[in-house]
């Protein structure tokens, strides 16, 4: 069975300071892995997706995440965070093979960013 | 703006009511789904279409609930006798149906608050 874990449910940086918002994936089969954000009273965005191509993966407003298969873990980061990056952030799982490939969402990561 | 769309964006009733959302997907766009989403947490799968067909269903999905999508194109959810437990958000998606992985398209979601 697949499954999400986000192990913070609120990060606070200041603006200017790196961002990582950690996440590890329990998958039997090859995993696609997401990362979306949701901003105050707006729809999920995709931000960045892991497709086996490369392992570090860049994505929209600087945001990049590594695939760890080890360690399954799929980390995003940011070197310096900016105060629209104040969201909530979710990683995503879903079974390439074996699922019609409905997502498996993580509980979600609030970040709140510091002036 | 050619994203998915949902309506109403907001829907407030009494227990033990009927409500019938509506989705309108990425046009061309084979799969649509149907996630819930409560507060403080992230989304859960409910259902998927295949175009007309709908090919999954998660166990949230009672037999209160039902979904269709006549004819592969917009999609609505209903909900018959509402409680207070179904209060959520209600999230569309679309993806292309192409390749392996997955990348879906959401919309702003419909949020149901029942009294």
């Not at chain 1, 995993?31 to 490369?54: C, D, E, I, M, R």
Request: contains cysteine; aromatic residues 10%; proline residues 5%.
């Amino acid at each position: 069975a697949q499954s999400v874990t986000q192990l913070d449910s609120h990060v606070s940086v200041s603006e200017g300071t790196p961002v990582l918002l950690r996440c590890n994936y329990s998958s039997s089969y090859s995993p696609s892995l997401f990362w979306y954000v949701q901003h105050p009273n707006k729809g999920l965005q995709l931000l960045l997706k892991y497709t086996s191509a490369a392992t570090l993966v860049k994505g929209i407003n600087g945001f990049e995440a590594e695939f760890k298969k080890s360690e399954t873990s799929f980390h995003l980061t940011k070197p310096s965070a900016h105060m629209s990056d104040a969201a909530e952030y979710f990683c995503v799982v879903s079974e390439r093979i074996r699922s019609q490939g409905n997502l498996i969402f993580g509980k979600g990561t609030k970040l709140s960013v510091k002036p | 703006d050619t994203g998915v769309s949902q309506d109403p964006r907001h829907k407030i009733t009494k227990r033990g009511q009927n409500v019938t959302f509506r989705c309108d997907p990425i046009s061309e766009h084979n799969r649509l789904y149907w996630y819930r989403q409560t507060l403080g947490q992230g989304p859960e799968f409910l259902t998927y279409f295949q175009n007309e067909a709908q090919l999954e269903k998660s166990r949230l999905l009672s037999d209160r609930f039902s979904a269709e999508r006549p004819k592969g194109s917009f999609s609505t959810l209903e909900i018959q006798r509402t409680e207070q437990g179904d209060s959520a958000m209600y999230l569309c998606a679309s993806s292309p149906g192409q390749g392996l992985y997955n990348e879906q398209f959401f919309g702003p979601g419909t949020r149901l608050t029942v009294l």
